[in-house]
């Protein structure tokens, strides 16, 4: 099936001093970061403001993360994180991410996160919503 261009996102971000160690090398944990804003503004984009999770209480959980660190990004570097949605069924989704060096596109992460919808009243999961993945809107 074909991925709506509402399931991509692309997103920029500049390597500051607190994401590196004290060689100027970003922490791998600071590419997680990265990648939590670049699904968020997916989301968002998606469907599923701030505002909906309020007034729903669903919310987009991650349940695994695989990540493959290929090269270091260092301190000042410009990245760009880009991520889709490439696979869905039931209560379950998984969205991708590539890290790159914006200079040149060299793919320095790559990574794969499941995610489920939860209500987080009852802390169970919820079915996704008909028409995902063009639409993470509840419409409740």
Not at 93 to 100: C, G, H, I, P, S
Not at 114 to 130: F, I, N
Request: glycine share 8%.
């Amino acid at each position: 099936m074909e991925i709506p261009d509402s399931c991509r996102i692309s997103t920029a971000v500049r390597v500051m001093y607190f994401d590196t160690d004290a060689g100027g090398v970003v922490h791998n944990i600071a590419y997680l970061r990265f990648i939590e804003t670049a699904r968020t503004l997916l989301a968002i984009q998606m469907g599923m403001s701030f505002e909906e999770i309020a007034r729903t209480g669903i919310h987009p959980v991650v349940t695994r993360t695989e990540a493959d660190y290929k090269r270091p990004a260092k301190l000042g570097e410009e990245l760009r994180i880009e991520g889709r949605v490439t696979e869905w069924s039931g209560i379950r989704f998984w969205v991708e991410f590539d890290v790159l060096r914006a200079a040149d596109s060299v793919l320095l992460v790559a990574c794969r996160q499941a995610l489920a919808l939860v209500d987080v009243s009852t802390g169970k999961p919820v079915r996704l919503p008909a028409g995902f993945p063009a639409s993470l809107s509840l419409g409740r």
